[in-house]
């Protein structure tokens, strides 16, 4: 009767390799039998002896960084062949500088406003949506008028130039 005392599964890199998982495995601590696609594409991108080789230079405590770092390049690499994880990076850069831009703006909109007495009718809006929502108030008037800094706040129906002066 042949009865086996390793009752541990083989870890993901084992397992994919098709060897036996040892005690003193490198890969185990890092690729867990229940994520089988994680070493899968770390190795289809880096090699398991490459990883291997890595592990094994790289202290203990910081090993673990290491995998996740790795597995997260692999999987961004079979994503996008060409730029990896620098794509989504660049996309997110380009995506918080417009979002910058479009809070510059509001902003902006904001401090002119803020600068207008609230009391006047026809407040100062460059932003396309305030403008909008400005044209539903203001009885479908497109271009409102507003106070110059020129005209010391007062909205002088016989002023026609921007100056305020006659």
Not at 102 to 127: F, K, Q
Not at 139 to 145: A, H, K, T, V, Y
Not at 151 to 166: H, I, P, Q, R, Y
């Amino acid at each position: 009767m042949a009865s086996s005392s390793y009752s541990n599964p083989p870890c993901a890199a084992c397992k994919f390799l098709r060897r036996k998982c040892l005690p003193s495995c490198t890969f185990a601590p890092y690729f867990p039998p229940e994520e089988p696609t994680k070493f899968a594409n770390v190795h289809k991108i880096f090699g398991a002896s490459n990883v291997s080789k890595l592990l094994n230079e790289i202290p203990p405590h910081q090993r673990e960084d290491a995998v996740n770092s790795l597995a997260y390049e692999a999987e961004a690499r079979l994503k996008d062949p060409v730029y990896g994880c620098v794509g989504a990076i660049s996309v997110l850069q380009r995506q918080v500088l417009h979002l910058q831009k479009e809070l510059d703006a509001t902003n902006a909109d904001l401090m002119l406003y803020a600068s207008n007495d609230v009391s006047h009718s026809y407040p100062v809006l460059s932003n396309p949506t305030f403008t909008r929502i400005n044209t539903q108030y203001n009885g479908g008037e497109s271009n409102p008028r507003y106070a110059s800094p020129w005209n010391n706040g007062s909205l002088d129906e016989n002023s026609n130039n921007a100056n305020g002066s006659m």
